[in-house]
């Protein structure tokens, strides 16, 4: 009996020392994403449910963008990552360059279970957000909008922008009267870019710059500056945190999304679709909201909110209306001459 | 005589291990990234037909169909490959657009597909119905203009310069020059700080050199006490206080000095104030370690001798702290060159210094060309004035041991 069962085990362990190594070489589904709290997020509401629904294990990594990163792990070949998140630009540039798997829509419930923005030949959306004007409702009352923003005389203060062309040429054409739909038809013209300009002039010696998101936050708080610009999200989560008595404005604001893409090549990529599949389904995406009020991609992902975070859901059809997504095209194109532009501007 | 050269070659090999070191991990480095500021591969290697078909063109007009067959050639060899894409963002720099034109050529021409026996102007024909900005010179003009491999476009660029459809140097529109006025501002900076930190560190230093070595001690502590703190902590520090409800504000709000607070973060006042804490040791430590080599004796025989305090002062005490002058001064000057988190974090957007904009090249628009120009000139600024220095120190009278 006791020789039988040292066989069995010996039997076993061979058996054993034979698979795992094959079971090592087909390595675990690999998404990468931001990292830090928000990374977080993803894994309650996605990656731990995805592996508890299906049996597949989820591997994970972080990163902090930047279309190079990517171009290094394909052209080094054996790229460890299969499902990454990335910015509007980094897909756009990374499709056009051959970086990404094409999307198989039919394989995660075709082009129309998602919104328009959230669709594309190389990229599924996972969150929007919106870059807003934000305030202190302590501070001041009401509304502001962009032409308040720009009116110093009026209210009194400094004003946040982030540190960059892009975003502030919009803001600055809409608070001179510009309406949403035409910013960028204006901006594509030489006189609309100096209209602009002449505009950001005015307010420049009002101007406090922000580089991260968390300095927008930080800035409105200390008091530092009556109102902002400033990624809508990280507003909410200082409020929340911190009890403050914050206000953001869904009009006039710039949305942009981030989506999955599946890296060039990726050995996994039947496992990345089904989870895409999964990371589809409104129900699941609507688990994020609480937790951090980046908005899914998902139609219906909205429909069975509380009124307190459908409020700040950037997909909510009636913040969604008052938005401007970002341009990537024109920035594509128009970036670099424009930083240079902006830069000279802010260093006079 | 031949001993002597052999205990020279003895220490030669004992500071071998620290020369090789800085050859590896500084001096290959450092002029590999240099390097960057002249040389131009990106576009020539993912265009290399285009390049040397373009060689023969005249700049007026479009080039020949020679040309746009290479051109059709190279998109089609590169459709797809890093280097296309590379030498994209390298033409986008140079002319905005030019990205897309040369992506969305290489896309339209591959789906067009070239079969058949190419007729005469059939290459100029298809790239044109891709993107019929191919007909104007300028867009051959920035191929030609990148074509490197050595170029002049980054270095000129850091001085506000550029080179015209002609080839001629100009100076850049107003509205993008930058550069001049950032090199301006950061010797001004640096020239401002320096004076600072000498008129507060020398009486200081002084005071140092003269009081019993006990409480000479204990003061020195004081000043070496910051030095032991991080830049960025200390940073961190002056933006506290300074802030608009910092104890800064508070307190002149509180004395009834102003109604309302003032603006002192995001100012050049505030970059000047913080650099010139974090420097003023580099300052007095070298004037402390001269004046404390003074013999009181001097100064008492040249007041014995009838000298008044002044005289004293001019006579016997400044010339022997020359050294120490020259010393304090070029450390914090040059270091001052280099500031990049102070200014960050508490100057506002007119008051970033030429760091920041090496840094902003390098890290965030990728014009490693640009980031490298630029550093080679204040290497350069560098590398004069410490030769000055040199040379000043060399002249100046030898003092008595």
Redesign the interface.
């Known amino acids: 009996m006791i020789r039988r069962i040292i066989l069995a085990v010996g039997v076993l362990g061979f058996a054993l020392g034979c698979i795992l190594p094959v079971l090592a070489l087909a390595r675990n589904l690999t998404i990468v994403s931001w990292g830090g709290a928000y990374q977080d997020a993803l894994r309650q509401v996605y990656f731990q449910p995805f592996t508890a629904a299906t049996g597949i294990p989820i591997a994970e990594d972080s990163w902090t963008g930047g279309i190079g990163v990517l171009r290094t792990k394909v052209q080094a070949g054996d790229n460890p990552w299969d499902l990454v998140q990335v910015e509007s630009e980094e897909l756009q540039l990374g499709c056009e360059e051959g970086l990404f798997e094409k999307i198989d829509w039919n394989a995660i419930g075709g082009k129309d279970h998602y919104l328009p923005q959230g669709v594309h030949d190389c990229g599924v959306g996972v969150i929007q957000y919106n870059f807003v004007l934000a305030w202190d409702k302590d501070k001041f009352q009401g509304q502001p909008t962009w032409v308040d923003f720009w009116d110093v005389a009026k209210y009194p203060g400094k004003r946040g922008l982030r540190r960059g062309v892009k975003m502030n040429l919009e803001f600055a054409l809409m608070a001179d009267g510009v309406a949403p739909q035409d910013v960028y038809k204006v901006l594509r013209s030489e006189d609309g870019v100096n209209r602009a300009f002449v505009k950001l002039d005015q307010l420049k010696p009002y101007l406090v710059w922000w580089e991260l998101s968390p300095q927008a936050a930080q800035l409105l708080g200390s008091g530092e500056v009556l109102m902002t610009s400033s990624v809508h999200g990280r507003i909410i989560a200082v409020d929340r945190s911190e009890h403050r008595n914050f206000g953001i404005r869904w009009a006039g604001s710039l949305y942009t999304v981030d989506s999955w893409a599946i890296m060039k090549g990726s050995p996994n990529r039947a496992l990345a679709l089904k989870f895409l599949d999964f990371a589809g389904n409104p129900a699941v995406e609507a688990k994020m909201m609480p937790i951090l009020p980046y908005g899914g991609l998902a139609k219906g992902a909205n429909d069975n909110l509380p009124p307190d975070l459908l409020a700040v859901s950037p997909t909510n059809p009636q913040n969604l209306s008052q938005s401007l997504e970002i341009d990537d095209q024109f920035w594509r194109d128009n970036l670099d001459k424009l930083t240079q532009r902006f830069n000279a501007w802010i260093a006079k | 005589m031949t001993r002597r050269r052999g205990g020279i070659d003895a220490s030669l090999l004992l500071v071998a291990p620290l020369v090789l070191f800085l050859l590896v991990v500084f001096a290959l480095p450092v002029s590999g990234l240099l390097r960057l500021a002249f040389t131009e591969t990106a576009v020539a290697h993912a265009l290399p037909r285009t390049v040397v078909a373009l060689r023969s063109w005249n700049g007026l007009g479009p080039p020949d169909d020679a040309t746009f067959a290479a051109l059709a050639v190279d998109l089609a060899a590169g459709r797809?490959?890093?280097a296309?894409?590379a030498a994209a963002s390298r033409l986008?720099?140079d002319t905005?657009?030019m990205?897309?034109v040369l992506?969305s050529t290489a896309?339209s021409l591959a789906n067009t597909l070239l079969d058949g026996p190419a007729a005469e102007g059939s290459a100029t024909r298809s790239v044109l119905a891709a993107d019929p900005l191919w007909g104007q010179a300028e867009t051959w003009g920035a191929i030609r203009r990148t074509s490197g491999p050595l170029s002049d476009t980054e270095l000129l660029a850091a001085l506000d310069l550029r080179r015209d459809a002609r080839g001629m140097i100009a100076a850049v529109d107003p509205?993008?020059?930058?550069y001049r006025?950032?090199f301006l501002?950061t010797l001004a900076t640096a020239a401002l700080v320096t004076a600072l930190s000498l008129a507060l560190g020398y009486p200081l230093a002084a005071l140092l050199a003269r009081v019993p070595a006990r409480l000479a001690s204990w003061l020195a502590l004081l000043v070496l006490l910051p030095l032991w703190t991080g830049v960025l902590v200390r940073t961190a520090a002056w933006m506290a206080l300074l802030?608009?409800?910092g104890p800064i504000n508070q307190t002149l709000l509180a004395l009834g000095l102003f109604a309302t607070p003032r603006?002192f973060?995001?100012t050049r006042f505030a970059v000047v104030l913080a650099m010139l804490h974090i420097l003023l040791p580099y300052m007095i430590l070298p004037l402390y370690a001269v004046m404390r080599r003074i013999p009181d004796d001097q100064l008492r025989a040249a007041a014995g001798l009838g000298a008044g305090p002044a005289r004293v002062f001019w006579r016997v005490w400044l010339p022997q702290t020359a050294p120490g002058i020259g010393a304090g001064a070029l450390m914090v000057f040059i270091q001052a060159l280099g500031f990049y988190v102070t200014p960050a974090l508490l100057g506002?957007?007119?008051d970033?210094m030429l760091p920041w904009?090496i840094g902003?090249a390098a890290n965030q628009?990728?014009e490693w060309g640009l980031a490298a120009a630029l550093s080679l000139i204040l290497l350069g600024i560098v590398g004069v004035l410490a030769a000055v220095w040199t040379r000043i120190a060399r002249l100046s009278p030898a003092r008595p041991a």
């Not at chain 2, 509205?175 to 930058?178: N, S």
């Open positions: 797809g490959e890093p296309l894409a986008n720099q905005a657009g990205r897309t992506m896309r509205e993008r020059a930058i006025r950032v501002r802030a608009r409800n603006e973060l995001f506002g957007g007119a970033q904009f902003y628009s990728g």
